[in-house]
């Protein structure tokens, strides 16, 4: 897209229009994509952008969650109802599968089984045969995927190499791969948590509802607001209170934390998002406190 195009477009309408040029870039060069679909806030922006690629016809590629088997049911619902209304088809892969084939080894019963979704989602690459996979991830969330280019390239054992990086100049993308090896490509890696709940607005998107404010029991450990559930229940000696939260991100319930909100609405959340200095993942994922390298580490290993 021209320069001069770029500078007649709002800031959204750009955006838009360079996502929808990607989906169709993986779509024209790839024979057998999947787009990943968690019901969350990103990769529902996702299906709406997809609508506007390549309606009235159907998706020229299938939808897919690779579950934990530990995600919030507001949200698998959503899932389940959104590709529902869509008519199209949702492959579900779950870890608890990788789990019964011995693929997937917890440490203990209580281990997150969030970063063992790599290995589930390559088997699924496998067994389906696909050669991209389009994602929801975006450079604002976390420095690992700051680095990671819009056609992100996988080896044949699923890995990614930062070092190893294909140029992207005058928004040419190369999402051409061998056999065995995989393309994942990001189509609103460049919007911010800001955009997405702009477009969000503008384009009246429902959402589960755990996105708005609500009262939910927590703790509060390591500067985070641990859910208390039957997966994450209090421990001795911990104080449990009722809090008003939303989540800003969602995932598997062992790994992430809402924040304090009385946002219950769309036009609040955008107030809040304006001012917030924290990423949402920063705000939110247990999983990523552990180490400023653990997202990077698990990109390698053939995370999203």
Same mark, same amino acid.
């Given at each position: 897209?021209?320069?001069?195009?770029?500078?007649?477009?709002?800031?959204?309408?750009?955006?838009?229009?360079?996502?929808?040029?990607?989906?169709?870039?993986?779509?024209?060069?790839?024979?057998?994509?999947?787009?990943?679909?968690?019901?969350?806030?990103?990769?529902?922006?996702?299906?709406?952008?997809?609508?506007?690629?390549?309606?009235?016809?159907?998706?020229?590629?299938?939808?897919?969650?690779?579950?934990?088997?530990?995600?919030?049911?507001?949200?698998?619902?959503?899932?389940?109802?959104?590709?529902?209304?869509?008519?199209?088809?949702?492959?579900?892969?779950?870890?608890?599968?990788?789990?019964?084939?011995?693929?997937?080894?917890?440490?203990?019963?209580?281990?997150?089984?969030?970063?063992?979704?790599? $290995?589930?989602?390559?088997? /699924?690459?496998?067994?389906?045969?696909?050669?991209?996979?389009? #994602?929801?991830? !975006?450079? =604002?969330?976390?420095?690992?995927?700051?680095?990671?280019?819009?056609?992100?390239?996988?080896?044949?054992?699923?890995?990614?190499?930062?070092?190893?990086?294909?140029?992207?100049?005058?928004?040419?993308?190369?999402?051409?791969?061998?056999?065995?090896?995989?393309?994942?490509?990001?189509?609103?890696?460049?919007?911010?948590?800001?955009?997405?709940?702009?477009?969000?607005?503008?384009?009246?998107?429902?959402?589960?509802?755990?996105?708005?404010?609500?009262?939910?029991?927590?703790?509060?450990?390591?500067?985070?607001?641990?859910?208390?559930?039957?997966?994450?229940?209090?421990?001795?000696?911990?104080?449990?209170?009722?809090?008003?939260?939303?989540?800003?991100?969602?995932?598997?319930?062992?790994?992430?934390?809402?924040?304090?909100?009385?946002?219950?609405? $769309?036009?609040?959340?955008? /107030?809040?998002?304006?001012?917030?200095?924290?990423?949402?993942? #920063?705000?939110? !994922?247990? =999983?990523?406190?552990?180490?400023?390298?653990?997202?990077?580490?698990?990109?390698?290993?053939?995370?999203?």
């Amino acid at each position: 897209m021209s320069t001069l195009t770029k500078q007649t477009l709002s800031h959204l309408d750009w955006l838009e229009a360079e996502a929808i040029h990607i989906l169709r870039e993986v779509a024209g060069q790839c024979a057998n994509p999947v787009l990943l679909f968690s019901g969350g806030k990103d990769s529902i922006c996702l299906l709406r952008l997809a609508e506007k690629a390549f309606r009235p016809g159907r998706f020229p590629f299938p939808l897919m969650h690779i579950d934990t088997g530990h995600n919030y049911k507001e949200v698998t619902d959503f899932r389940d109802k959104r590709a529902a209304e869509l008519g199209e088809r949702l492959i579900v892969r779950s870890v608890e599968d990788s789990m019964a084939r011995g693929t997937v080894v917890l440490k203990h019963a209580g281990e997150s089984r969030n970063k063992h979704q790599s $290995v589930t989602l390559l088997e /699924a690459i496998e067994e389906f045969g696909f050669d991209a996979c389009i #994602g929801g991830a !975006r450079r =604002d969330e976390e420095k690992a995927r700051a680095k990671e280019r819009i056609m992100s390239f996988r080896d044949e054992f699923g890995q990614w190499d930062p070092k190893n990086q294909r140029p992207e100049l005058w928004n040419l993308y190369n999402a051409r791969s061998h056999k065995g090896e995989n393309i994942r490509a990001f189509p609103i890696s460049n919007w911010t948590e800001l955009d997405v709940w702009q477009y969000i607005q503008r384009e009246q998107l429902e959402l589960p509802s755990i996105y708005f404010a609500h009262v939910r029991p927590v703790v509060r450990k390591n500067g985070l607001l641990q859910p208390v559930t039957e997966l994450t229940p209090a421990k001795p000696g911990d104080k449990v209170e009722d809090v008003q939260v939303r989540f800003r991100t969602v995932g598997d319930i062992t790994c992430t934390a809402p924040v304090e909100s009385d946002a219950d609405t $769309v036009e609040k959340i955008l /107030a809040e998002t304006a001012t917030t200095t924290i990423t949402e993942r #920063g705000a939110t !994922r247990m =999983d990523d406190q552990t180490s400023e390298a653990s997202m990077e580490q698990r990109k390698k290993e053939g995370y999203f």
